[in-house]
């Protein structure tokens, strides 16, 4: 984390000496609510209760420290990740108003910050990537070998399992979808089925809840994130031809509120039940 912040000081700085950071260049697009943009600032609206749940760098090891400590470290993390964030989408905005016509994001960056720039970028993506690939590999061996005990839990299965998840990686690759933020998206889709937990257990204290409930939200999260798949992927279309951000929100939304309907439908079904008390 040390690095990365380091290493995207740097960029920033390179980017503001050479006069790139203007009023005209961050505002130069006006705030469309059916651009793409702001599309997925409404997709991050309804899947920010549940994907820092199924964070396995918070929820695998966000835990070691007591109580206090990790309260605070996710708070830390928080305003820390929302500046990084936009100083990230920064430099794509400054690419999108100094691009030529059908030129790339990464082409316009280097023909504006020039090569030392441009691998500061490159490095700063490293660095990232491979956060998400350790945090992802160690929590996929401790599911197969801790949580599930598919194996017995030692170093050389728990290598086997990073292989395999790897290699099982690389295949979507090949199926057509190269796009870094679909993995992203599929994901945090299937996470969706956490948001009812949060709303009705761990806030509204209902552990009246039946397992149908529980089996049918994950159900629902696990199919709206193989139907985005697919769908940003072109391998259908059973959404129509609207862009894939859009088929985002509307699958985001679908499982957001199928959840919650299936967990109060659950709620309710086990309340009426429970037997009546006997009068005295």
Same mark, same amino acid.
């Given at each position: *984390?040390? /690095? %990365?912040?380091?290493? !995207?000081?740097?960029?920033?700085?390179?980017? &503001?000496?050479?006069?790139?950071? +203007?009023?005209?260049?961050?505002?130069?697009?006006?705030?469309?609510?059916?651009?793409?943009?702001?599309?997925?600032?409404?997709?991050?609206?309804?899947?920010?209760?549940?994907?820092?749940?199924?964070?396995?760098?918070?929820m695998d090891r966000g835990f070691l420290a007591d109580r206090e400590?990790?309260?605070?470290?996710?708070?830390?993390?928080?305003?820390?990740?929302?500046?990084?964030?936009?100083?990230?989408?920064?430099?794509?905005?400054?690419?999108?108003?100094?691009?030529?016509?059908?030129?790339?994001?990464?082409?316009?960056?280097?023909?504006?910050?020039?090569?030392?720039? *441009?691998? /500061? %970028?490159?490095?700063? !993506?490293?660095?990232?990537?491979?956060?998400? &690939?350790?945090?992802?590999?160690? +929590?996929?061996?401790?599911?197969?070998?801790?949580?599930m005990k598919l194996m017995p839990a030692s170093r050389f299965n728990?290598?086997?399992?990073?292989a395999v998840f790897m290699l099982l990686g690389l295949l979507c690759?090949?199926?057509?979808?190269?796009?870094?933020?679909?993995?992203?998206?599929?994901?945090?889709?299937?996470?969706?089925?956490?948001?009812?937990?949060?709303?009705?257990?761990?806030?509204?204290?209902?552990?009246?809840?039946?397992?149908?409930?529980?089996?049918?939200?994950?159900?629902?999260?696990?199919?709206?994130?193989?139907?985005?798949?697919?769908?940003?992927?072109?391998?259908?279309?059973?959404?129509?031809?609207?862009?894939?951000?859009?088929?985002?929100?509307?699958?985001?939304?679908?499982?957001?509120?199928?959840?919650?309907?299936?967990?109060?439908?659950?709620?309710?079904?086990?309340?009426?039940?429970?037997?009546?008390?006997?009068?005295?």
């Open positions: *984390m040390t /690095l %990365f912040l380091v290493v !995207l000081a740097l960029l920033s700085g390179l980017v &503001l000496f050479q006069g790139h950071v +203007s009023i005209d260049n961050i505002m130069f697009k006006a705030f469309n609510i059916t651009e793409p943009g702001p599309i997925l600032l409404l997709v991050a609206l309804l899947q920010v209760w549940s994907y820092p749940m199924h964070d396995p760098v918070m400590t990790t309260r605070k470290s996710f708070i830390h993390a928080g305003w820390i990740s929302v500046i990084c964030i936009i100083i990230f989408g920064s430099f794509g905005i400054i690419a999108g108003a100094q691009a030529a016509s059908g030129e790339s994001m990464n082409e316009a960056l280097l023909r504006l910050l020039g090569d030392n720039a *441009m691998l /500061l %970028f490159n490095i700063t !993506l490293i660095i990232s990537a491979m956060s998400t &690939l350790d945090s992802t590999l160690s +929590s996929s061996s401790k599911l197969v070998a801790v949580d728990g290598r086997v399992t990073m690759v090949f199926l057509g979808n190269k796009d870094l933020f679909s993995a992203v998206a599929v994901s945090g889709t299937a996470s969706m089925y956490l948001a009812p937990v949060i709303f009705f257990c761990l806030w509204g204290k209902q552990d009246q809840v039946p397992v149908w409930s529980y089996v049918s939200t994950f159900i629902l999260a696990i199919a709206g994130a193989a139907l985005y798949f697919v769908e940003s992927a072109g391998h259908t279309q059973l959404l129509g031809d609207a862009h894939k951000y859009t088929k985002l929100l509307f699958i985001s939304a679908t499982v957001l509120i199928g959840g919650c309907l299936l967990f109060w439908l659950g709620i309710l079904s086990n309340r009426k039940t429970q037997p009546l008390p006997s009068s005295a």
